[in-house]
């Protein structure tokens, strides 16, 4: 039993102490969406009676993050929806604070947003990248005085909100750029209480020198508005990453708008943040007024760069090689709505690839991959959507300053930022009749002298506009060597003259399409058609599959096996470069795009080294066997189930591996030793010629790195029949778990024997109690997808019930499958 005395002092510090920190709750849960506009809000609101129950519009249920694309993006018979949609759900509103702030926080939403509660309009946003807050205190007091708040809805607060991705000429990023322009509430939406005295930004500016003798912290902050008049109390820690208190101020401020200074502090031989040791300190900034206390927490990174003039870029006084891809905010069956965790998923399986460095293209994105990036010891280069088109008036102009502003502030703290992107291939016309040169050059200095105001300790950049080369502080050109022009040995000395040319240089996007599941016994031999010293730039029309100029990009296989030689020929000239800064292979995961419907996996960016569900392509582990220094070992293979040729040929066997050494086994027998030299192309001299056994071998690698052995194991069969035009089709169901069943057809030709080269279209479907997964925008989750090696697979939700599988090719009878 507590004793009065003990109670009125337990009593006593309950009153003094000041509130509890603001709180914020994700708003995941609860919502209902309907993919259509509707004649005004009140449509969302409107009171559905007993007598009357129809409601028109029919809503469904959803959580977030979701989008309006999540699956038509991938469709192959549809364009994919471009319009407005909205959402609902009914808020329990309990701020905790006196004369305190109910704010709505957007980690992003697509393209134009407008936000409503009851009734009343409370914000609207433009711009579906940058994250934004509204204001909702003074419309939820308003609505809670109404009979509408307690009898129709209960005591909760109806929230609408409206979301529009519609074509847009006046609109950044262009309908004519190579991704989505996905809309929805595809980030999350956060509620929050603040008390009446909280800051709107905290600018924390971590510098060293090269050396890492003396670092030196800045703060800044920025009250949010309308202000209270009088003081507040600042008290500031700053904690190492073993959470060692290294510094603390307090002091007394005048509450005033604009950017106030919280302090600063000099830390002594900081632990610097690197790729391989990502240090972060921690600053927490406690602001209390009017007997509340405001929180926030910020991670930095104390780290020097340097990208030096004609030369290397450099981290810390060191030279770094840049070992980059590149992210589109893009998942199956979720489009732009991909949750922290498979954000988090899609991270570190980059991280285990061997990546350092990433580009985030074409747009900035959401906090939680910039605190992974942090983390994790990835560098970003992070850009605004001024992405094709041209240049458009001045509603189109302020957008793009506004997103940079917004980027820069919102991002500022993240020690892994290095460039600010002010564009992405701004050459390409045809958003607007007039397509002006000097306009664009106007228009890009504006953005350059913008980024350097707002942050001028990082570096600007663009890729792909020459005649704006000189602008930004770094530039990277078109070099697609092998792909959309010229061969892929051709690109050292193109890298080369384009080093030259510019002050300082960074090469993003390289690389090609590979259709997973697809292999070739001979994947160069397109080459043979391209014609040597034509370059290596991309131009208008070579992502075309018809017409122009032999290029790889049309005339090649689109096989894994040729893009692995592709990026093993970069990787191993990339070592022999130093003076290169760095580059970032184009993209790492295959990605939704409007403007491919073509390619094998219709609407489909085929370049990643990752499918569009995290399933590795081949081409992963030749940028591991590069980049990373953990021990493994990959036979070339895995998702190739059928090898070809002639009895007694001798094959090639690849094995990519970073160890010094590995023996290859073949049905149980030694093929020998092979050293690793990263300069013998292909796969770094671990390679091997042998003889397969008709129908099914085994294959064994074992590598060894010290004391250390790993080792990877495949079966492949051997096929020496040779066949004929394909003309007929045979479908089967070759697994089923948990009430997935896997169905694989097959092309053979006349005589039955399969066509291990056909890439024929196929068109699967579905009647019954199943369901089909298609429209995931993946090798085996497309229902019109082109063959691999005469095969494709797909998958079915059988529900444990019956249904029927169809599968049909031009020229070919249709055939069925019971399932």
Known sequence: MIKPAYFFVILLLALTRPAVAQQQTRLNTGWEFVRQDLGGVWEAV???????????????????????????????????????????????????????????????????????????EVGSHVGGYDEWTVDITQAVADFQKTDAFKTQFKGKVPLSIRCDNSRDLEMMPSDLSDFNVYGGLYRYLNLRYEPAVSLERLAAKAEVDPAGKLGLLTLKGVFREPLPAGSAQVSVRLLDSRGQLVAKSQASITIKSGELDLGSFKVKTPRRWSPEHPDLYTVEVVVTAADQRFEQTEK???????????????????????????????????????????????????????????????????????NLCDSLGIVVWEEIPWCRGGLGGEVYQAQGRRMLTNMVQQHYNHPAVIIWGLGNENDWPGDFPEFDKEKIRTYMKSLNDLAHQLDPARYTAIRRCDFCKDIPDVYSPSIWAGWYRGIYTDYKQVTEQEFKSVKRFLHVEWGGDSHAGRHSENPDNALAKITHGQGADERAGDASLFGGSARVSKDGDWSESYLCNLVDWHLKEQETMPWLSGTAYWPFKDFSTPVRPDNPIPYMNQKGVVERDFTPKEAFYVFQSYWTTAPMVHIYGHSWPVRWGAAGEQKMVKVYSNAAEVELFVNGKSQGVKKRDSQDFPAAGLRWLVQLNEGENTFLAVARQGKTTVQDQITQRYQTAQWGKPAKLILTKTGEANGLATIEVKLLDAQGVPCLDAVNWVRFGLVGDGVLLDDLGTSSGSRKVQAYNGRAIIRVLTNKLHSVASVASEGMETVFLSL
């Open 46 to 120: 409107r009171p559905v009676t007993a007598g009357n129950p129809e409601s028109v519009p029919l809503w469904e249920p959803v959580s977030l993050p979701h989008c309006f694309n999540a699956r038509d993006a991938a469709d192959p018979d549809v364009n994919y929806y471009q319009g407005p949609g909205w959402y609902r759900t009914q808020l329990s509103i309990t701020n905790p604070y006196a004369n305190g702030r109910t704010l709505l926080h957007f980690e992003g939403a697509g393209q134009k947003t407008r936000v409503f509660i009851y009734t009343t």
């Open 300 to 370: 930095v990174g104390f780290r020097n760069i340097e990208f030096v003039e004609h030369g290397p870029f450099l981290l810390n006084g060191q030279r770094l090689l840049l070992r980059g891809t590149h992210r589109h905010e893009d998942h199956a069956g979720v489009a732009a709505a991909m949750t922290e965790p498979q954000i988090r998923q899609e991270m570190r399986l980059m991280k285990s690839m061997g990546v350092n460095f990433i580009r985030l293209g074409h747009y900035q994105q959401s906090r939680i991959v910039l």
